[in-house]
């Protein structure tokens, strides 16, 4: 184990000693799972992360797992160079493709190669998910606040943060400029292929960005996925930043800013429905036609997690009637069982709650008192392993989903360090 990550591993648990002794096993467990168990070094100074269970490296998963390790960077070489390299190795994989969401370690065709799209050997999978350009972006700032390394921004790197706003701009008019398209004939649930041909259902331009799936992996309903695009927003201050600071490349800094607010005009004009009773919110997905998808899922970028992504304060009126949507019987994704209540996602089976949707809920609330509930919903549906899941039935927690789901259990270790900070 990396030095750093030992010292938070002890101070940690030296304070859980004194407020809750039954956490520790679960914290030592979860913590330190993504460095010990899916991190691979490679002979190129790059570095490889897989999900767990699944040997290949999703941009996503691998920078929210290593996320919650970046503010020990400083103190930690070895892990500043793990993280460095993962970088990387992310925009070595987005200059490849833009437009996938998983890869390779090497060129070897693994994966879902049979696809109807533009599949490659060194992509293991090709959903297009807005989400997945804006993961790197924001390690990429995260590194950089914490080490002041300025040496990352090189060449390579200029180039992605183009290829991420070129990208965008195309999806912007997703009907009549892009030649994505996306087809899986083996499918398990609808949900894992695009209709109409593989475009996806139409949509009007609203200034949003169009994503074909959503961070579940699961295809949109409809095309503006508005967390993805509130995480697109935040992510594009950081590129238009670093295009003034590190390349005094003005026009890409303009270019982006242009965008973002393209992006944050779309999000509350098209993005914002009227409830009946829970007053305005936003929805989770919509057209610009004026249909929408009121849900949300497990799985972040999600609306729960719009303080988390840096939008909206927590105490934001319309993230709280957000919220309070999203925590009701009115999402249909959530769902309530003998030991635990929370969100799900279509993409488990029905009733299963997600623990990174609990453990967002943690990281989001204001009242300490549901912090403390989340904890202990936490706790008690490990199934005795102490280690989180992808899903579990509420009911009965030794029923669940993925049992090495590495995302959730780095989230899990970062929630309660806060956690026992903020006491």
Not at 22 to 39: H, K
Not at 136 to 142: A, K
Not at 179 to 206: A, M, Q, W
Not at 358 to 383: F, H, N, R, V
């Amino acid at each position: 184990m990396y030095t750093s990550i030992s010292r938070q591993v002890e101070d940690t648990v030296s304070k859980l000693r004194k407020i809750k002794p039954e956490l520790i096993p679960l914290f030592q467990q979860c913590y330190s799972n993504t460095l010990d168990t899916t991190v691979e070094q490679l002979e190129d100074h790059t570095t490889f992360v897989i999900t767990g269970d699944i040997p290949a490296m999703w941009l996503r998963d691998s920078s929210a797992q290593v996320r919650p390790y970046i503010n020990l960077a400083t103190r930690d070489a070895d892990l500043a160079v793990m993280v460095r390299g993962l970088i990387m190795r992310q925009v070595k994989y987005i200059l490849l493709d833009p437009y996938a969401n998983a890869f390779n370690k090497e060129s070897n065709g693994h994966g879902h190669q049979q696809d109807r799209t533009k599949m490659g050997p060194w992509i293991w999978e090709r959903k297009y998910e807005l989400d997945s350009l804006c993961y790197p972006v924001q390690l990429l700032h995260d590194y950089w606040s914490v080490t002041g390394d300025q040496s990352i921004f090189n060449d390579d790197v200029q180039r992605m943060m183009k290829l991420v706003v070129a990208t965008m701009m195309i999806e912007q008019h997703h009907d009549t400029r892009s030649d994505y398209s996306f087809e899986r004939d083996d499918i398990i649930l609808p949900s894992d292929t695009l209709p109409f041909d593989g475009r996806g259902t139409r949509t009007n331009f609203t200034g949003m960005v169009w994503s074909g799936f959503r961070p579940s992996d699961d295809a949109c309903q409809y095309g503006y996925l508005i967390p993805a695009n509130i995480f697109a927003v935040v992510v594009l201050k950081h590129i238009s930043e670093f295009a003034a600071t590190f390349y005094q490349n003005d026009v890409l800094a303009a270019e982006t800013e242009k965008l973002r607010q393209e992006i944050i005009l779309g999000i509350e004009t098209y993005g914002i429905y009227r409830h009946p009773s829970f007053g305005t919110i936003y929805a989770y997905e919509t057209d610009g036609f004026g249909n929408y998808n009121l849900m949300d899922d497990a799985n972040v970028p999600s609306l729960l997690s719009i303080p988390y992504l840096g939008y909206r304060t927590a105490d934001d009126p319309l993230y709280q009637r957000t919220r309070n949507f999203v925590l009701s019987p009115e999402n249909p994704y959530f769902f309530k069982g003998k030991f635990a209540k929370g969100i799900g996602s279509p993409h488990t089976p029905q009733g299963y709650i997600w623990h990174i949707g609990l453990i967002i809920q943690g990281m989001t609330a204001a009242d300490p008192q549901e912090k403390e509930e989340i904890i202990q919903m936490l706790l008690s549906t490990t199934a005795g392993t102490n280690l989180m899941h992808e899903s579990f039935d509420p009911d009965y927690p030794e029923q669940f989903t993925r049992n090495w789901f590495a995302w959730a259990n780095s989230l899990l270790g970062q929630f309660i360090q806060e956690w026992v900070n903020s006491r």
